[in-house]
């Protein structure tokens, strides 16, 4: 995105430092390390503010506290800021989940993400197989009024929140 967007600066946020440190390493590798930071913290503690733009790359869902990361969001963006969240593809029902993808996100669900969220702070555990409307609804209680399909592909939603 760095590199796409030279006129923009990007703030990454992860809890796990060595992940940090790799990022950092790869921005100035890429040659954008002059316009991108990354800072570790959960995604309830980050300081940063005024955001145009924040994004959930596939990770919502393994979040203890994902209320709580998406109201963290919401306070740290520009009043007409934007968060995007990509999440797995996934109905909103059992019988729409029923389908090759599905059965394996529920596998993959079963095995790392709900156990992830469950061993942390809150441990809502949304699971890989949230659906739009669940995800919509965690949107709504971290205070978002406007929440929708952006786009989606076999395997993901795209989908857009604004306060």
Partial sequence: MAKAYPNSRFVGVDFHAPS????RKRAADAGVGDRVSFTTAAAQAY???????????????????????????????KDDGTVLLVEPFAGNNLADNSTPVGRLYYAASTMVCTPNSLSQEVGL???????????????????????????????????????
């Fill in 47 to 77: 300081t940063e503010r005024d955001f145009d733009l924040i994004c959930f790359f596939d990770c919502l869902h393994d979040m203890g506290d994902p209320v709580g990361a998406i109201r963290h969001a919401r306070q740290a963006l």
């Fill in 125 to 163: 555990a949304l699971g890989a197989q949230a659906g739009e409307a669940r995800l919509g609804r965690v949107f709504a209680e971290g205070g978002f009024t406007r929440f929708r399909r952006a786009t989606e592909t076999p395997f993901n939603l795209i989908l857009e929140a604004r306060k």
């Fill in 20 to 23: 940090v440190d790799t990022a």
